[in-house]
């Protein structure tokens, strides 16, 4: 399938420290896109990458991609505690068109 | 803009009853999705609709499922009839412009509870 999956499935740290979570997916994208969801919440946009970019910056973020071996990360610097939540990669399956599959997804604990 | 609405935001029903489930996605949006959210399997694309018209509702799990979009202005989502099993989070999603351009908005999701 072309799903994206996340790893770890959970990751706990100290505020202050930086978080990095990854995405692995299976056939050839258009972009990738992560997303935060807060508890009992929609999920929200943060970044979106093209296939041609290799690295993008927004603000405390920065996602890396590497199309050859189908991977990204998103590391969160300088973590505070309103980051706890889950992140997900989603990717739009080029062969496919529009529909954007999402990861199982990191949930993220930032320990005051 | 309000941004995405969906409706119920909670919904408890017994088995065999229908239920409906409905969204306002954003003005000027020309896609629009529908997810279901559990533990065990995560977000799924059920179907997604591009200028009112279904394009894949390959994820849609039976013929208990089905959507429309009778105008750019809403959806819904109609089980019928309802199960335990489809006890979920379900999101609706719209979206501006092409594939390779743009980010899906969510809303706050309607959490269905089948007893």
């Known amino acids: 399938s072309q799903q994206g999956e996340e790893d770890p499935q959970a990751l706990s740290i100290q505020e202050g420290e930086n978080a990095t979570m990854n995405c692995s997916y299976k056939?050839?994208?258009?972009?990738l896109q992560w997303y935060r969801q807060n508890s009992g919440r929609g999920l929200v946009h943060l970044i979106l990458?093209?296939?041609?970019?290799r690295e993008k910056h927004s603000g405390r973020l920065r996602v890396t991609l590497d199309t050859s071996k189908k991977s990204s990360s998103l590391l969160i610097t300088a973590s505070r505690a309103a980051d706890t939540a889950s992140y997900f990669c989603a990717t739009d399956a080029r062969n496919y068109g529009q529909n954007f599959v999402f990861g199982p997804g990191t949930r993220l604990s930032v320990l005051p | 803009d309000a941004g995405v609405i969906q409706s119920p935001r909670h919904e408890v029903t017994e088995m065999g009853q229908e239920v409906t489930l409905r969204c306002k996605p954003i003005?000027?949006?020309?896609?629009l999705f529908w997810y279901r959210q559990t533990m065990m399997r995560g977000l799924e694309l059920l179907i997604y609709f591009n200028n009112n018209v279904p394009i894949d509702d390959s994820g849609m799990p039976e013929d208990r499922f089905s959507a429309k979009m009778p105008n750019a202005s809403f959806s819904t989502l109609k089980i019928q009839p309802s199960e335990p099993r489809d006890s979920a989070v379900y999101f609706c999603a719209s979206h501006f412009g092409t594939v390779n351009t743009g980010e899906l908005f969510f809303g706050e999701g309607s959490r269905l509870t089948v007893l």
């Open positions: 056939t050839s994208i258009n972009n």
């Open positions: 990458i093209r296939s041609n970019e």
């Open positions: 003005s000027g949006h020309n896609s």
